[in-house]
């Protein structure tokens, strides 16, 4: 499924790539001329300020009452999930899950939780983090805060509505192809680093708490994520800041996306997220205490997250595979929906200046373990997933050094 839709990158020169899509969902050949890429408020990145057709909230649809959905959002008989959800399973009870790490243990120095967090940053680049220092109340109160805002009328959330160019604020699809097939979600995008991207004024003012909790887990997220990064670099047998370093050192940036899932008539037909593999560094996700529905792609099977209470849920994103040569891997995951319970998501996004070169890490490169990715900057990168919308993990499958090239 992952090779089906093949990108391919032709680097012409420094500043001026095209990106070829072949076998798209609908057989559709795209053209993307990027100068500048660098420099974001040109809005050069060849993503307009306008989606190309008239956005659906699925809010909307889920409060209308409908018996079924419609055709826009009902997958491919090969891409309906199969299985659904029973909303009352008790997370203990699952048989498999994800690898679990005490964050706490691994800073004072135990080593078999060292190997652990390592292990699954090779095998499933996923993991559930325990004692990780983000107090409950705190975790809680950014969720509740979320599911209040997404409880307003859809109208009073259109102010915020978001554009293709930025992505910043109320946004119901991701991917700019008309026609294409659309998940079941809405979602709110913000920035918290650099500072200078960092806008109060596209957060929600609704509930009045909101930003004020908001700028507070972001702050303690950052910190989180900084502590994963010194564990992950010294894992990989660098110098523990050398990730962070590669990240553009104090330069690097965060951002969220909340996720709303609204109850689905047919949960069978359609998912929550397509199959996606998260473009950037690590991803810190806060899952819904309440609802179960992210699955990790592993083998050849889906393995839905039982998230431990207060736990968060991290995985990590290409430009990890990349930077790591592909010791780390990326992991591809995707949302299901269920009829019976609404499901709220906060994934907060750990990732590089968006402007650098990212590209294999030198003290990982030798004659017998060659570059497997050519550099490219975050802004490049991501436009593949913002302009063609989730596709496995074909993108960076696809961004691959070429030998002899
Ligand atoms: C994402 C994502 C998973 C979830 O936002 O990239 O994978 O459980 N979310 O909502
Ligand atoms: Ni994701």
């Known amino acids: 499924m992952n090779n089906q839709d093949k990108i391919m990158i032709e680097k012409e020169t420094t500043d001026k790539i095209e990106i070829k899509s072949k076998n798209g969902l609908n057989e559709q050949e795209l053209e993307v001329k990027m100068d500048n890429m660098s420099d974001l ?16 909230r699925v809010q909307s649809l889920a409060e209308s009452n409908l018996a079924t959905v419609p055709d826009r959002f009902i997958k491919p008989p090969s891409q309906r999930p199969n299985e659904t959800i029973t909303i009352n399973n008790q997370p203990e009870a699952a048989a498999i899950n994800i690898p679990v790490v005490d964050l706490r243990s691994i800073l004072s120095g135990n080593q078999e939780e060292t190997e652990r967090i390592s292990e699954a940053c090779r095998e499933f680049g996923f993991f559930q983090v325990i004692n990780h220092g983000v107090r409950p109340e705190l975790m809680a109160a950014a969720r509740e805060a979320w599911r209040s805002f997404f409880h307003l009328p859809v109208e009073a959330k259109e102010a915020y509505s978001n554009s293709p160019s930025t992505y910043e604020g109320y946004g119901s699809r991701l991917g700019v ?12 995008f913000l920035n918290f680093l650099p500072l200078a991207l960092k806008d109060l004024n596209k957060w929600p003012s609704l509930p009045s708490n909101i930003r004020e909790v908001v700028d507070e887990y972001g702050e303690e997220l ?13 894992n990989l047998g660098v110098n523990e800041e050398q990730l962070q370093e590669a990240f553009g050192g104090e330069d690097f940036s965060a951002c969220m996306r909340v996720n709303y899932y609204p109850k689905c008539p047919r949960p069978e037909l359609d998912l929550g997220l397509s199959p ?8 810190i996700l806060l899952p819904d205490d309440q609802v179960a529905g992210l699955q990790v792609h592993h083998g050849d099977t889906w393995i839905t997250v039982n998230a431990l209470p207060n736990a968060f849920v991290v995985n990590l994103g290409d430009q990890m595979q990349i930077l790591s040569n592909s010791i780390y891997k990326s992991s591809e995951h995707r949302v299901i929906v269920n009829s ?52 496995g993990k074909s993108y960076v499958e696809s961004h691959v050094s070429l030998v002899n090239g």
């Open 41 to 56: 408020n040109k809005t050069t990145n060849g993503l307009g300020e306008k989606w190309p057709e008239p956005i659906i």
């Open 276 to 283: 996606h593999s998260d473009p950037g560094g690590i991803t």
């Open 222 to 234: 950052v910190k989180l994520g900084e502590s994963l990064m010194r564990i992950l670099s010294s």
């Open 340 to 391: 019976q319970k609404e499901r709220v998501s906060l994934a907060f996004f750990y990732n590089p200046k968006s402007d650098i070169p990212i590209q294999p890490l030198e003290q990982l490169i030798s004659s017998t373990n060659p570059p497997l990715y050519p550099p490219m900057s975050y802004d490049q990168y991501r436009l593949f997933i913002r302009t063609h919308g989730p596709r």
């Open 177 to 188: 192809e008309k026609g294409a097939l659309l998940d079941w979600n809405d979602y709110y």
